[in-house]
Nanobody
């Protein structure tokens, strides 16, 4: 099975940028679709980006479209989430998740493997 470790979270002012990384070990990530999710206190976990195993297809909800970009480097076994134009409402714990499959998936129940999460805090 694959193990996932997120990094790159932190504190940033509104309008700033962060790049999150999701590094995989145990298995090559090239056979997995990957998603980034977030969960704020008192709220349900929600998808913020998803990518197919080749990287050719991506998905973003309207809340982050145009601000967030998901990408992957299968040679480095890593998936990235570039976040620009951050807003206070983006504050949450961000998780990456993976599942065997060729397309992208938007629901958390579709993913089998999860990282431990990284905190992103956006100050106003």
């Amino acid at each position: 099975q694959v193990q996932l470790v997120e990094s790159g979270g932190g504190l940033v002012q509104a309008g700033g940028s962060l790049r999150l990384s999701c590094a995989a070990s145990g298995r090559t990530l090239s056979s997995y679709a990957v998603g980034w999710f977030r969960q704020a206190p008192g709220k349900e976990r929600e998808v913020v980006a998803a990518i197919s195993w080749t990287g050719g297809t991506t998905y973003y909800p309207d809340s982050v479209k145009g601000r967030f970009t998901i990408s992957r480097d299968n040679a480095k076994n890593t998936v990235y989430l570039q976040m620009n134009g951050l807003k206070p409402e983006d504050t949450a714990v961000y998780y990456c998740a993976a599942t065997v499959g060729s397309y992208y998936y938007r629901s958390d129940y579709q993913y089998n493997y999860w990282g431990q999460g990284t905190q992103v805090t956006v100050s106003s």
